[in-house]
């Protein structure tokens, strides 16, 4: 956990905001292609064009 925690924090510090991984329960790379990287995912583009999560599908 300590861990999770300071590779968000480090990602933040480039872009990311680890308020958003706590809020929503996620780590950093599911919208992030990577750890620590300002790129985002498809999930990443959503989020930020909508405020939230796509829906799961089940």
Not at 32 to 58: D, F
């Amino acid at each position: 956990m300590a861990l999770w925690v300071v590779a968000c924090l480090v990602g933040a510090a480039l872009s990311a905001k680890p308020a958003y991984s706590k809020k929503e329960g996620k780590t950093c790379t599911t919208c992030h292609t990577k750890q620590g990287s300002k790129e985002l995912n498809g999930t990443g583009k959503i989020y930020k064009e909508k405020g939230a999560l796509p829906a799961e599908k089940k």
